[in-house]
């Protein structure tokens, strides 16, 4: 037994792993919504509670969110994301994790499918998911539980890390785990001024600062 504080570390997707501008930029495009706009708003759903989701239906009454990513599809313009679009320190902090000796996971909040092209990164994945695959969504605690359960770990074993302190740190920290917290992206930033970011059992500004991060903690 080392004296590493966990023995796994599950990453979030999206603006943990993956940079969303393209994909928000995209959904603006498609909605015809000027693209400063659909960002501002956003933005400021983020500071008063309106996620993502709601925004577009705010700006767009009526829309069918469902419909519209099947018409991409059909399209050609699928709602999706690119291996550009990964944060250059993703694959390399990754494969450092792994060379390490940890075992690595991703889950986040994404429509099924998401997750499978994560599975090329050049690493092996212990659990790769996404919500609409489970159909368990963040905050619920049994999405954090189904984690535990895929990696045969207990939570204190468990390292998560993420963006956002309401999807990603106080529900894993709930859940037992150690919550990182990447304070960067939108959420990232705008979180980090928030009083329960001193809760984070780690923060970071980029994922390449996590494995050192993680070699000052101790059991």
């Known amino acids: 037994m080392t004296d590493r504080p966990v023995d796994a ?7 943990t792993l993956i940079d969303e501008s393209r994909l928000w930029c995209s959904w603006a495009d498609w909605l015809y919504i000027p693209r400063l706009t659909l960002l501002a708003m956003i933005g400021a759903g983020i500071v008063t509670g309106v996620q993502p989701r709601e925004v577009l239906q705010r700006l767009r ?15 050609g313009d699928p709602d999706r994301f690119q291996p550009a679009d990964l944060y250059p320190d993703a694959a390399p902090t990754l494969r450092a994790l792994h060379e390490a000796g940890y075992v690595i996971g991703i889950a986040g909040n994404q429509p099924a499918g ?3 092209p994560l599975r090329d990164l050049p690493v092996p994945l212990a659990c790769c998911a996404s919500s609409g695959t489970w159909r368990i969504s963040k905050p619920d605690p049994r999405f954090f ?12 074993r468990v390292a998560y890390v993420g963006d956002r302190l309401d999807n990603d740190v106080l529900p894993a920290l709930e859940a037992g785990m150690l919550a990182v917290h990447l304070r960067r992206g ?17 923060c970071i500004d980029a994922l390449s600062e996590l494995p050192d991060a993680l070699g000052t903690l101790r059991r």
């Open 9 to 15: 570390v599950v990453f979030d997707i999206g603006e």
């Open 61 to 75: 009454p009526g829309v069918d969110l469902a419909a519209e990513r099947r018409r991409r599809e059909e399209a």
């Open 114 to 116: 998401w997750e499978d």
């Open 145 to 156: 539980a189904r984690i535990c359960e895929l990696l045969s770990l207990p939570p204190e």
């Open 186 to 202: 939108p959420w990232g930033l705008l979180h980090a001024q928030l009083p329960d970011a001193a809760r984070a059992s780690l």
